[in-house]
T-cell receptor, first 114, second 108 residues
Framework: EAGVTQFPSHSVIEKGQTVTLRCDPI?????LYWYRRVMGKEIKFLLH????????ESGMPNNRFLAERTGGTYSTLKVQPAELEDSGVYFC????????????FGSGTRLTVV | KNEVEQSPQNLTAQEGEFITINCSYS?????LHWLQQHPGGGIVSLFM???GKKKHGRLIATINIQEKHSSLHITASHPRDSAVYIC??????????FGAGTRLTVKP
């Protein structure tokens, strides 16, 4: 099966601009998670979708971040307007809703805000 | 409180050495993952454990549920094993937390 796909793999934008990250989970994986790792810190949870619904968005840092998962398939994470501290690697992971909860991670999007 | 602690933070080894990375967590979990992050940034899931021990090639992961502790071992380490190794724990409330990572450098 195809893995979790994220794009772009890298993005460099100026402060104040908008960036949209995309995650395509494995087909059939209803759980979709967004995480990020900012420089020098551990990976932090951002939010969790179950199908198209936001199950938990307690990790979203502020209202400049907007995540969507229309139709319960791929998800987007928009940052608007981007700030310098948003720089980091944004990861997406997916898993099935039931059974062995193995997570599959995407390779991440490295976001640099200058 | 859901917490994950990893040690050591940094580890340098000579090629061929046996390596151990440790992970401790605070309360009961449903699963523990060992992840590998290479310099390019991508994350690869190495193991998912809920009990016992798993082996894949030169990598071995163990978990002791009673002691709330897991270890990742690398036998006959090689420079290509150099990466950041991350312990990630899913607690029973579905909260998933990550350790700070162990940066491993294996020198030839």
């Amino acid at each position: 099966e195809a893995g979790v796909t994220q794009f772009p793999s890298h993005s460099v934008i100026e402060k104040g601009q908008t960036v949209t990250l995309r995650c395509d989970p494995i087909s059939g994986h209803d759980n979709l998670y967004w995480y990020r790792r900012v420089m020098g810190k551990e990976i932090k949870f951002l939010l969790h979708f179950v199908k198209e619904s936001k199950q938990d968005e307690s990790g979203m840092p502020n209202n400049r971040f907007l995540a969507e998962r229309t139709g319960g398939t791929y998800s987007t994470l928009k940052v608007q307007p981007a700030e310098l501290e948003d720089s980091g690697v944004y990861f997406c992971a997916s898993s099935r809703l039931t059974g062995d909860h193995g997570y599959t991670f995407g390779s991440g999007t490295r976001l640099t805000v200058v | 409180k859901n917490e994950v602690e990893q040690s050591p933070q940094n580890l340098t080894a000579q090629e061929g050495e046996f390596i151990t990375i440790n992970c401790s967590y605070s309360v009961g979990i449903s699963a523990l993952h060992w992840l590998q992050q290479h310099p390019g940034g991508g994350i690869v899931s190495l193991f998912m454990l809920s009990s016992g021990k798993k082996k894949h090639g030169r990598l071995i992961a163990t978990i002791n549920i009673q002691e709330k502790h897991s270890s990742l071992h690398i036998t006959a380490s090689h420079p290509r094993d150099s990466a950041v190794y991350i312990c990630a724990v899913r607690f029973y409330n579905n909260d998933m937390r990550f350790g700070a990572g162990t940066r491993l450098t294996v020198k030839p």
